[in-house]
């Protein structure tokens, strides 16, 4: 064979195989990622904030534009692992989206509502940056899991400019806006009494609300509370974008009963929801990124992207 600069049209196809050996034809459409890690969208108050950024691409199209998800990985709003989630929802990835994993300031290092500034500036960040990483500017969607559930239903709440108490805008000129909200067994309601089960007084339960607002005067701890409590903000007037919400039915650590709730208030109010209960699912899982719940985020997602309202 010749040796030189081929292009893939001009490169000889190998079709004469030998005994035993299996030809299996491709379309050059098969969807993978492209890993960008660790990629700095702000400092704040000295920290460094990191996104993880999961590219789709496929053969045919090795650069694409594509609608994008600022994704919060949850943590108890505790220290995040940056990189649990990457494997999993790398399946989200790979039917066609951006994804970008926000690490916040944890509640260590500062309190509600920092967590939601953090993730209003990522979708910024990428919105400023969409033309680096493949993404529609137009479409961009925020999810999270958990604490990050909480957190992406603030960032939506918050609406597309700048916001009094949400927001910490380190892109003057960008909008927050996104169009659409995956809230995976989020904590929306932190005024629930048995919102938390496992988090019994004295224990080392997974979210320790009081640490959450460890920054925050105790004489208004009370007023706190309601306003880190998502339906506080749900009324018929309020513009919400459509809201995804996925929980287990045996959650121990965020009680089902605040996704249940925070749908009904949504739906009372004549917002766009779906709830998905996930039977026998505990508190997050593989039964979250199974091919079947995978397919439901996904259109939800291309609902999204149509406009269709019907």
């Known amino acids: 064979m010749e040796i030189k600069d081929w292009t893939y049209d001009e490169f000889p196809d190998c079709k004469d195989l030998p005994e035993g050996a299996l030809r299996l034809e491709m379309t050059g459409d098969e969807m993978g990622t492209y890993y960008v890690h660790d990629v700095e969208y ?15 691409l496929s ?8 609608p994008c998800i600022v994704y919060v990985q949850g943590s108890g709003w505790m220290e995040q692992d940056l990189y649990h989630s990457v494997g999993r929802i790398a399946k989200l990835a790979e039917r066609g989206y951006v994804i970008a ?34 993404v529609d500017s137009d479409h961009i969607f925020a999810a999270g899991t958990s604490s990050g559930g909480h957190t992406a239903v603030f960032a939506a709440i918050a609406g597309p400019d700048e916001h009094e108490f949400f927001d910490r805008n380190l892109y003057p000129g960008v909008s927050a806006g996104v169009c659409g909200i995956l809230d995976y067994y989020g904590c929306v309601d ?18 320790d609300i009081d640490l959450v607002l460890s920054h925050v005067d105790p004489a208004v701890k009370t007023e706190i509370r309601h306003k880190a409590t998502a339906a506080s903000y749900i009324r018929p007037d309020l513009v919400l974008p459509p809201v995804f919400i996925l929980h287990g039915s045996r959650d121990r650590t965020v009680n089902t009963r605040q996704s249940l709730e925070f749908y009904r208030k949504l739906r009372a109010c004549g917002k766009d929801a779906r709830l998905y209960i996930l039977g026998g699912a505990d508190h997050g899982g593989p039964e979250f990124w199974s091919e079947r719940v995978v397919d439901l985020a996904d259109g939800f997602l291309r609902y999204c992207l149509a406009g269709d309202k019907s």
């Open 42 to 56: 702000a400092v704040v108050d000295g920290i460094h904030l990191k996104l993880q950024i999961l590219m789709p």
């Open 59 to 66: 053969r045919n199209e090795p650069v694409m534009k594509c």
């Open 101 to 134: 994993i926000v690490q916040y300031r944890h509640a260590g290092q500062a309190g509600f509502p920092a967590q939601i500034q953090d993730a209003r500036n990522a979708i910024r960040f990428m919105r400023k940056n969409a033309d680096m990483f493949g």
């Open 190 to 207: 932190i005024e629930m009494e048995d919102g938390f089960p496992s988090n019994v007084e004295g224990s080392q339960g997974f979210v």
